[in-house]
């Protein structure tokens, strides 16, 4: 990392392209303020910027004292992202000044946010609206924990959710509310939090152009009277064939009218549809997709498109397709009931990470391409084959390292069926059971035997498989002195880890794992469908499929149910002794 006198003595500006990347944490430099961009993550607004007279002053006069909190752009290591600073930085770009001071650290996508909302929440003069950012940025950042949330931001719940509610808003009504200069209130906002976007908007031009006839009162009246096209409806309308509410008559919240099958109970039909995307529509995707999430939980800015071609195929098949932090993100806002988009990455730290390594790859394929095509052809041909064969290794570019976070019911099977064959394997070994044995007396007594280390703690799975390279004998005369020893009840321990500890010490550890894990109507209810796909796939079930019913019957499989397709591959005789996950065999270490 580069801290040397120079550096700390440069003042960098957009005409030299300098890797902030490649300073050590915590450096302090002076950077041109254009060099400084809005932080990646978190989609700071800042809707009221207007700063004090005193504030504007002193910058202009004595230009930017206290630093600003930046980190290397994830996007461009030769620029900034900022993290604290935003009213010093947009007053510096106001007044022209050459530089300003700031301390570069290397945050974390959420190390940087949680920075950036502090800052946020104690600035003076924070809006309803402000507040609406806040409590959305606080539950991207704590993963929908909506109680952890509402503590940070210093709200109770009840606000907390009648903030995030305004979220629902479209972004001209939220700079209305935002505006102090008209009579667009809090409970004008509310009420129009439950429209579409278009009925928001419309709305909102009456308000503003008739603020005396539109109170809040007048408006939550028109509201209830409000009519909605049941064509529009995203649930099942049987049920409002022969409902009171159902009219033919189009009452529009503002006057206008047409005729059509319509509810004249908005509240209803908002609460039937809010229990079709809950109910109906979010169960469909996670059986289809796997995790699912509300859009509120992860705004756009805090998630990313995830695909082959952004992260690299073998991360993409092997590692997003099985992790937890790969969802899909589903609407609930009227109008846009049960729209969703897959495929979405939530851990940005982990996709930066991802496209970093790609990238990194492709850079390394190319550069051997290149040399292995200078030193095999001859200076004219080269030219002419370089990119055509730098492209063809591209494609076959094979990261080292592939990253997933396991979903919890997968690793929990895995983890018992490993348990399981460690237990059939080694449970009647007197060398084990011997060894338990001392371990339990050791973890009771608090006795530590010469092999473990006296100043260090050593877990009691830990003690077990040390213990089972002494020969029975030391074994023995240890239990003695651990009894000894004996004063205390020991705690509870889990023996699954220890199974799999046992087992992954055996030569032919891997081989056991592998030869009994098979699949049950119970561990494939565990996927969704595009990861029974997968398995089918990489297991060679795809392709004794085809050989033996047929690819376009192997086609069809997936277009089912899921329930229809697990049990059809219960059903097909498959030898699946040669296979087992690659994440279930990687616990085997």
């Not at 461009?76 to 022209?96: I, K, Q, S, V």
């Not at 001859?378 to 990261?399: F, G, H, P, R």
Request: glycine share 4%.
């Amino acid at each position: 990392m580069n801290t040397n006198n120079n550096v700390l003595n440069t003042i960098f500006t957009n005409e030299v392209a300098f890797d902030f990347s490649s300073l050590s944490t915590g450096t302090p430099i002076r950077v041109c303020p254009t060099l400084i961009d809005d932080l990646s993550v978190g989609g700071n607004k800042r809707r009221n910027k207007t700063r004090s007279n005193d504030f504007k002053e002193s910058i202009r006069a004595k230009g930017v004292i206290q630093s600003l909190s930046v980190r290397p752009s994830v996007a461009n290591p030769h620029r900034l992202e900022l993290c604290a600073g935003y009213g010093r930085r947009d007053t510096a770009l106001e007044f022209g000044l050459t530089s300003v001071p700031v301390i570069v650290n290397s945050f974390s996508d959420k190390e940087a946010l949680a920075i950036m909302l502090t800052e946020n929440r104690e600035r003076e003069n924070i809006s309803i609206v402000d507040e609406a950012d806040l409590a959305q940025s606080y539950l991207s950042l704590h993963d929908g924990d909506l109680a952890t949330a509402a503590t940070h931001l210093g709200l109770s719940q009840k606000v907390f959710r009648e903030r995030l509610q305004l979220k629902r808003l479209d972004e001209k009504v939220l700079v209305a509310l935002a505006d102090d200069s008209n009579k667009f209130t809090l409970g004008h906002a509310l009420i129009l939090t439950t429209f579409d976007v278009e009925t928001q908007l419309k709305t909102l031009s009456a308000i503003l152009g008739d603020p005396q006839t539109y109170t809040v009162k007048e408006l939550k009246l028109r509201a209830s009277k409000r009519q909605i096209e049941l064509s529009k409806a995203c649930f099942n309308t049987a049920d409002c064939n022969s409902c009171q509410h159902n009219t033919g008559e189009q009452f529009d919240l503002l006057g206008d009218n047409d005729n059509g099958s319509n509810c004249s109970n908005p509240k209803c039909f908002n609460e039937k549809s809010q229990d079709w995307v809950k109910n109906t529509r979010i169960p469909q995707l996670e059986e289809k997709f796997g995790r699912v999430i509300l859009w509120e939980v992860k705004p756009e800015q805090d998630r990313r498109s995830v695909s082959k071609e952004k992260v690299g195929e073998t991360q993409f098949q092997n590692g997003c397709m099985n992790c937890e932090n790969k969802c899909t993100v589903v609407d609930d806002r009227p109008m846009r009931w049960g729209n969703f988009i897959e495929d979405q990455c939530i851990d940005t730290d982990c996709y930066n990470t991802c496209t970093a390594s790609l990238t990194k790859a492709k850079a390394e394929t190319q550069k051997t391409a290149t040399t292995q095509t200078a030193e095999n052809q001859d200076s004219d041909s080269v030219a002419n084959t370089l990119t055509v064969n730098t492209n063809a290794n591209i494609e076959k570019t094979k990261q080292k390292t592939v990253i997933a976070k396991t979903s919890a019911n997968c690793l929990d099977d895995y983890k018992a069926q490993i348990r399981k064959s460690s237990v059939n394997t080694v449970l009647k070994d007197a060398q084990f059971r011997m060894a338990l044995a001392l371990a339990s007396l050791c973890e009771v007594s608090g006795y530590k035997p010469e092999c473990i280390k006296e100043d260090s703690y050593t877990s009691f799975n830990n003690m077990t498989v040390i213990f089972m390279q002494l020969d029975i004998k030391t074994i023995q005369f240890e239990m003695g002195n651990a009894v000894t020893h004996h004063a205390t009840v020991g705690s509870n321990h889990n023996p699954t880890e220890l199974m799999i500890n046992i087992l992954s010490k055996r030569e032919d550890g891997k081989a056991i794992a592998q030869r009994d894990w098979m699949p049950t109507e119970k561990r494939l209810a565990m996927y969704n469908i595009a990861q029974l796909e997968n398995l089918c796939e990489v297991s060679g079930f795809a392709k004794s499929y085809k050989e033996n019913i047929g690819e376009k019957e192997y086609s069809q499989l997936f277009k089912n149910r899921k329930d229809t397709i697990v049990k059809t591959i219960i059903k097909y005789k498959f030898d699946w002794t040669d296979f087992a996950p690659k994440d279930y065999l990687a616990l085997i270490k």
